[in-house]
């Protein structure tokens, strides 16, 4: 049975090979944009994301199969509200776990403290190649906020 837990300094082994599978992913649908490097998150950067308990990881067996990393914003000033969003920095499963709804508990657990600690919204970014994630996402309700666009015939 999945559980969802803050991770430890244990879990970075699974956590980076996790960020791997997803990171190359990414290299191969844009290798003008991703270059294939070492760690994908560095132990220190993983450490301080641990401090401020930002990375949960869901647990099968006492393996980290899936992760999330959440970071807190504080949005204000010009003309927008000022608001309090849960920022999801990263989101992924380990490759053969995929499709079994590790993602959804995720999420649901991400909502949860949403509701719990009283953010004004849930935000993420994906990669408008990663067809998997975008239909995950929009199932949860999300909708496009923004659309970063590129011009590449300079």
């Not at 599978?21 to 450490?47: F, S, T």
């Not at 403290?113 to 067809?131: I, S």
């Amino acid at each position: 049975m999945v559980t969802i837990r803050l991770a430890t300094e244990g879990d970075y082994a699974s956590v980076e090979r996790i960020m791997k599978q997803v990171h190359a992913m990414h290299v191969g649908w844009r290798p003008d944009i991703y270059k294939d490097i070492e760690p994908i998150l560095p132990r220190n950067i993983y450490l301080e994301h641990l401090e401020r308990q930002q990375v949960l990881v869901a647990d099968l067996d006492g393996e980290a199969v899936g992760l999330v990393i959440c970071l807190e914003r504080h949005i204000s000033g010009g003309p927008v509200q000022e608001r309090k969003v849960l920022y999801v920095d990263s989101m992924a499963v380990e490759e053969r776990y995929r499709g079994q709804g590790i993602g959804h508990k995720l999420f649901d657990h991400v909502r949860g403290l949403c509701r719990e600690k009283k953010y004004d919204g849930l935000e993420l970014q994906v990669n408008a190649r990663n067809a998997a994630a975008r239909a995950m996402y929009e199932k949860y309700g999300f909708t496009e906020k923004s659309v970063n666009m590129e011009f590449l015939g300079i």
